[in-house]
């Protein structure tokens, strides 16, 4: 008897683990997101701080900033456009007819905005251009830098750095009244 026991033990003991299990899976997604209680508000969350991108913005100045610390002023126009969910489109142009394609390609294209809210800094992702080459830009204009980025009235200031820290960059936008 006790080899049959040992015998049945051994063919149901899997089929009530695998019963046990399945029970526990549910198929169905949740039908409403998570709360995530406190950290989806207020001032310095992501929330607020997407809300305060989000909107029309026109370059007020651009400096670039030699590895010395000679800030160069370039003279251009533009537009920067992001929307609720960090997507952005940068529509601008040289005053400098001479400036290359890559220059130009600066200025022109669309992306999102990967924020980090603790460190205040934001991240370009999934950039896409029409013309030029990211790729031969000078360092200090590289798309994939981080960009600090600070809020004083209607005024967004973005000031990149490269990997030692060093400020390369900075660029000052006024919000268009809506």
């Given at each position: 008897?006790?080899?049959q026991?040992?015998?049945?033990?051994?063919?149901?003991?899997?089929?009530?683990?695998?019963?046990?299990?399945s029970?526990?899976v549910?198929?169905?997604?949740?039908?409403?997101?998570?709360?995530?209680?406190a950290?989806?508000?207020g001032?310095?969350?992501?929330?607020?701080?997407?809300?305060?991108?989000?909107?029309?913005?026109?370059?007020?100045?651009?400096?670039?900033l030699?590895a010395a610390?000679?800030?160069?002023?370039?003279?251009a126009?533009?537009?920067?456009?992001?929307?609720?969910?960090?997507?952005?489109?940068?529509?601008?142009?040289?005053?400098?007819?001479?400036?290359?394609?890559?220059?130009?390609?600066?200025?022109?294209?669309?992306?999102?905005?990967?924020?980090?809210?603790?460190?205040?800094?934001?991240?370009?992702l999934?950039?896409?251009?029409?013309?030029?080459d990211?790729a031969?830009?000078?360092?200090?204009?590289?798309?994939?830098?981080?960009?600090a980025f600070?809020?004083?009235?209607?005024?967004?200031t973005?000031?990149?750095?490269?990997?030692?820290?060093?400020?390369?960059?900075?660029?000052?936008?006024?919000r268009?009244?809506?």
């Open positions: 008897m006790s080899k026991f040992r015998a049945m033990v051994w063919v149901m003991m899997p089929a009530v683990v695998l019963v046990s299990c029970a526990c549910s198929s169905r997604p949740r039908q409403r997101p998570i709360e995530g209680g950290v989806s508000a001032p310095g969350t992501l929330a607020s701080v997407r809300s305060r991108l989000e909107g029309t913005w026109n370059l007020v100045s651009a400096d670039v030699s610390g000679v800030k160069t002023p370039i003279k126009s533009a537009v920067l456009t992001y929307d609720a969910y960090g997507n952005l489109s940068l529509k601008g142009d040289y005053a400098d007819p001479a400036a290359t394609a890559e220059q130009r390609a600066a200025l022109n294209f669309t992306g999102r905005a990967v924020i980090d809210t603790q460190r205040q800094v934001l991240r370009l999934d950039v896409q251009q029409s013309e030029g990211f031969t830009l000078p360092a200090e204009m590289a798309a994939g830098r981080e960009r600070a809020f004083e009235g209607d005024l967004l973005l000031t990149v750095k490269d990997s030692k820290g060093r400020v390369t960059a900075v660029n000052t936008w006024r268009q009244a809506k």
